[in-house]
């Protein structure tokens, strides 16, 4: 049995967490601290890296005017990990959940990141948004484009051997799934 505990969010007479604490004090250590660990360090020398010329000197972080992120009003559903204590200072709110995908989410973030189950259902969340998407504009009278949503004109234009691979494996599918489908109700009939 697996038993896992939140890092307490208690915070003191400034606002600050325990764990905003920690970061602080872990920001303030010296070099000479993490000394032991092999490979620390490797990239203090300006030379040693990579991006050097096209960093900025001083780096665009320092002197910040707050300590904390003014948070976003929550005024909907939003999904956060089961590995965070909480949403973060800012996120989204173009989409709020809805509907059967909504459900489906849901349930999605119920499992850890690292759960392909996680990660299978907000696909499958995805898929059905869209059929949702579709049924919706139906209901307002509007009949979507599909193929102009699909980009397939530009795709004509700039990558039609690629359109044609993708008609062509479609097309097989489709027509197996048919031949298939017609060769099971035969049989059917024959007893």
Do not use: C
Request: no cysteine; net charge positive.
């Amino acid at each position: 049995m697996d038993i896992q505990t939140r890092p307490t969010t208690h915070r003191d007479h400034s606002g600050t967490t325990a764990q905003q604490r920690r970061e602080r004090e872990d920001s303030k250590k010296t070099a000479a601290d993490f000394s032991h660990i092999k490979g620390w360090g490797a990239d203090l020398d300006p030379n040693d890296r990579p991006a050097y010329p096209m960093e900025r000197t001083p780096p665009r972080l320092e002197g910040l005017h707050w300590h904390d992120v003014e948070e976003q009003p929550l005024k909907m559903k939003v999904y956060h990990s089961v590995e965070r204590p909480g949403i973060t200072p800012v996120f989204g709110t173009s989409t709020p959940p809805s509907g059967l995908s909504g459900k489906i989410r849901d349930v999605a973030y119920g499992y850890s990141e690292n759960d392909v189950r996680h990660w299978m259902l907000l696909l499958l969340a995805d898929r059905v948004n869209v059929v949702e998407g579709i049924g919706q504009d139906l209901m307002r009278g509007h009949v979507p484009n599909v193929f102009a949503e699909m980009g397939i004109k530009a795709e004509w234009q700039h990558n039609r051997a690629g359109l044609v691979r993708k008609a062509a494996v479609t097309s097989a599918v489709i027509g197996v799934g048919y031949f298939l489908l017609k060769r099971r109700s035969t049989r059917a009939y024959r007893y």
